[in-house]
């Protein structure tokens, strides 16, 4: 019977590979075709893992407090031994830096959440470059997609100021001909 079961684990870890490399190939018919479908999606995962993060951390913060209250119960006497004192305020001092350790570490995930960049949210930013990292032909084609219409901005703005600059000209010289057909 021992050797039908490695052959039994190694059957389900074959079909368990094949099953991920299944929902691989789903996900990715599935995802989407532009930068612009695919940036809100990773914002959504962002925030769901702050969320996580920060729930997490909170269950941890609970269970240490409710540690360092029963560390606190049982707080050797006046009759005991100064290396039990001493033992207990270490471990009281260890369950306290942890705790704070904790509240540091939930402080940073609520700055992340709620910081902004110089132009959007700092989740915005990590969804950005998760996207970038992991799809970079989407990257690419919104880059060159921004900078053609970056360009055709620029070429309609100096069509704009060479028109405004000729009509300038134009009443200009409209305005020294006047000037000069003027009798004294």
Not at 3 to 10: E, F, G, K, M, T
Request: glycine share 4%; aromatic share 4%; charged share 30%.
């Amino acid at each position: 019977m021992q050797p039908a079961q490695p052959l039994v684990v190694a059957d389900a870890l074959v079909e368990r590979s094949e099953e991920v490399a299944r929902e691989q190939r789903a996900d990715e018919a599935n995802a989407p075709d532009s930068y612009a479908e695919a940036l809100p999606i990773y914002v959504g995962e962002k925030i769901a893992q702050v969320d996580r993060i920060e729930e997490q951390l909170e269950g941890m913060m609970t269970l240490q407090q409710d540690a360092i209250a029963e560390h606190s119960a049982h707080q050797p006497g006046f009759l005991s031994l100064p290396s039990t004192r001493q033992a207990w305020a270490t471990q009281h001092l260890q369950l306290q830096t942890r705790l704070e350790g904790l509240q540091a570490r939930l402080e940073v995930v609520h700055d992340i959440r709620d910081s902004m960049g110089a132009q959007v949210s700092r989740l915005e930013e990590l969804a950005t470059k998760k996207l970038r990292f992991q799809r970079p032909e989407l990257a690419e084609e919104w880059d060159s997609l921004r900078e053609e219409a970056r360009r055709n901005h620029l070429l309609n703005e100096r069509a704009q100021s060479r028109g405004r600059d000729e009509e300038n000209r134009s009443r200009g010289l409209s305005l020294v001909q006047s000037i000069a057909r003027r009798p004294d």
